[in-house]
């Protein structure tokens, strides 16, 4: 089974520009949520799309937005580039997983990520 | 709002010996993933812990979630060099969605 994929891998941007990153999760996965990993911040929460609806969102300007197709695949946008823009940029796809007894828990698979240079 | 703290934030430890990295998260959570992620790299699922208190092996790593307490641990039995990446812990936050909160993460470096 392919896992999540994520293009482009690298990218290079100057201030002010805009960018929009893709990621197609794993097939048959509904949900898709974006985090920015920065060495300072750590990793931190974006947004979440489950069904083409965003579910929740992190506390980040409205210069990043994102959506979801219908085929799942989700798209993340950046406008008016800022230089702490830079930052690899991680999508996950989730599943309900099934455990014996009735209970299920979801499992978040990683993308390769991309890495975001702000100059 | 939920804040999830690990310790500690830099681990250089030898081979061969044993180590625990500590992730305490401040509200109820009915899940706690654990990650490792190699330099330059994406992240890696280790382990998943649910509200039941399982305490899940794979390996030199050992994983425990003790709900009440609101703590994970994460156990390094004789470590070895491959074992040497950043290791993050990450809480569900309730409410609905899959949103997780990591930890600051625990670089690890295992030397011979």
């Known amino acids: 089974k392919a896992g999540v994929t994520q293009t482009p891998r690298y990218l290079i941007k100057t201030r002010g520009q805009q960018v929009t990153l893709s990621c197609s999760p794993i097939?048959?996965?509904?949900?898709v949520s974006w985090y920015q990993q920065t060495p300072g911040q750590g990793l931190q929460f974006l947004f979440e799309?489950?069904?083409?609806?965003?579910?929740n969102k992190g506390n980040f300007p409205g210069r990043f937005s994102g959506r979801q197709f219908s085929n799942s695949r989700s798209e993340m946008n950046v406008s008016t580039l800022e230089l702490g823009d830079s930052a690899l940029y991680l999508c996950?796809?989730?599943?309900?997983?099934?455990?014996?007894?009735?209970?299920?828990?979801?499992?978040?698979?990683f993308g390769p990520g991309t890495r975001l240079t702000v100059t | 709002e939920l804040k999830v703290e690990q310790n500690p934030l830099f681990l250089s430890m030898q081979e061969g010996k044993n180590y625990t990295i500590y992730c305490n998260y401040s509200?109820?959570?009915?899940?706690l993933y654990w990650y490792r992620q190699d330099p330059g790299k994406s992240l890696e699922s280790l382990f998943v812990?649910?509200?039941?208190?399982a305490v899940k092996q794979e390996g030199r790593l050992m994983a425990s979630l003790d709900t009440k307490a609101r703590l994970s641990t994460l156990h390094i039995t004789a470590a070895v060099h491959d074992l040497s990446a950043t290791y993050f812990c990450?809480?569900?936050?309730?409410?609905?969605?899959?949103?997780?909160?990591f930890g600051k993460g625990t670089k690890l470096t295992v030397n011979p």
């Open positions: 509200t109820t959570s009915d899940r």
């Open positions: 799309y489950f069904s083409e609806t965003q579910r």
């Open positions: 097939s048959g996965h509904r949900s």
């Open positions: 990450a809480v569900a936050d309730q409410g609905g969605s899959e949103k997780l909160v």
């Open positions: 812990l649910l509200s039941n208190g």
């Open positions: 996950a796809s989730s599943l309900l997983s099934p455990l014996a007894g009735g209970l299920a828990y979801y499992e978040q698979y």
